[in-house]
């Protein structure tokens, strides 16, 4: 596993990568018991495509792959941030870089949460999605346990905000799926020379 650091508008955020074999991940896929626990809890359940119950598992999708490239990245929530500024801000993070890799490296990148590329999403108008080239699924929609990943894969135990108790970490994770050779030091030297 790789690590690096960097800033970003004076902010300095720490990013983990590493690479793993694709049916090694698949016992960090719990599809059911996360269905339905977007069903229950989340408003974006059914109304967009990128989300359940939409979206694929993630081992059909990751069928034609034999790697994946994990990516974490945490930054600290400052004092008087919002925690969703800081969500935000590490979301489109990890989602710039894993884009840039994308076209570099010609792999497939799998999103940090719900598809945002329209305003309004096609599916709450009973239409097929406006961008199917662009859009793209996170893991934790594809149905895995990301809390779990993070662990046991990254050594960082994911912390949420909630009416008892602040974060003052947020984390973001995200991916990119390749056949062959594909070194973490590619992704850390794009990451590095990378300009926000
Ligand atoms: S690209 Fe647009 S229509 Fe397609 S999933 Fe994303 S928000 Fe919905």
Partial sequence: MKKIKF???GKIFTLKAIVCENKDLIKFMNRDYFLKLCKNG???????????PNSPK????????TNSLLVEVTSEVRDKEDY???????????????????IDFECLKTS????????RCALLDNKNCYHPEEMRYSMEAMGMDLAKLSEE?????LTWNSENKKSNICTSIGSILFNGTFLEDDFCDLARNYRF
């Fill in 7 to 9: 800033e970003k508008n």
């Fill in 42 to 52: 989340c408003s974006n359940y059914n109304k967009n495509w990128s989300c359940p």
């Fill in 58 to 65: 993630f081992d059909e999708f990751s069928a034609d792959y």
């Fill in 84 to 102: 969703m500024e800081a969500y935000i801000e590490n979301r489109s993070t990890l989602e710039a870089l894993l884009s840039k890799m994308q």
């Fill in 112 to 119: 940090c949460g719900t598809c945002n590329i329209c305003k």
């Fill in 153 to 157: 894969i990254f050594d960082h135990k």
